[in-house]
Nanobody, 117 residues
C-alpha cells in the first residue's frame, strides 16, 4: 500500500486549495473501515492532526481549521480529500495524509502548502 498526496501549492491569504491522497493497493473494505486523517507540520513545530474521518463517517477538526477545512473521501477511488478555504499564513506547513486500520498505519509523503499574506 502506498499513499500519494497531491494538491499543495502557494496561495495568498483567503485562497483555497484541495489536497488529495490516493491509497494505492488498498482493498475497498480496508479503506472504508479505516480512520483517514490529515496532519500538518509547520517549520519548527510538531506534527499536529488537522482533520480526521472515522470509519463510521464522523469528522473531527483542529479548532484552528473548523469552518474552513473539510475532509471527505471517495471510497471507489480510495482517495481522501482536504478542502481548505479561507487559508491563512498560519496554515503554511507540510500536509501529510494518514490511513490507519488496526495495526496498519500508512503515511503519505507530504505536500507543501504555503500561504502568503
Amino acid at each position: 500500500v502506498q499513499l500519494q498526496a497531491s494538491g499543495g501549492g502557494s496561495v495568498q491569504a483567503g485562497g483555497s486549495l484541495k489536497l488529495s491522497c490516493k491509497a494505492s493497493g488498498m482493498i475497498l473494505s480496508t479503506f472504508t473501515g479505516s480512520r483517514r486523517a490529515w496532519y500538518r507540520q509547520a517549520p519548527g513545530k510538531q506534527r499536529e492532526s488537522v482533520a480526521e474521518l472515522t470509519s463510521g463517517g464522523s469528522t473531527n477538526y483542529h479548532d484552528s481549521v473548523k469552518g474552513r477545512f473539510t475532509i471527505s473521501r471517495d471510497n471507489a477511488k480510495r482517495t481522501v480529500y482536504l478542502q481548505m478555504n479561507s487559508l491563512e499564513p498560519d496554515d503554511t506547513a507540510v500536509y501529510y495524509c494518514n490511513v490507519k486500520f488496526g495495526s496498519w498505519d500508512y503515511w503519505g509523503q507530504g505536500t507543501l502548502v504555503t500561504v502568503s499574506s
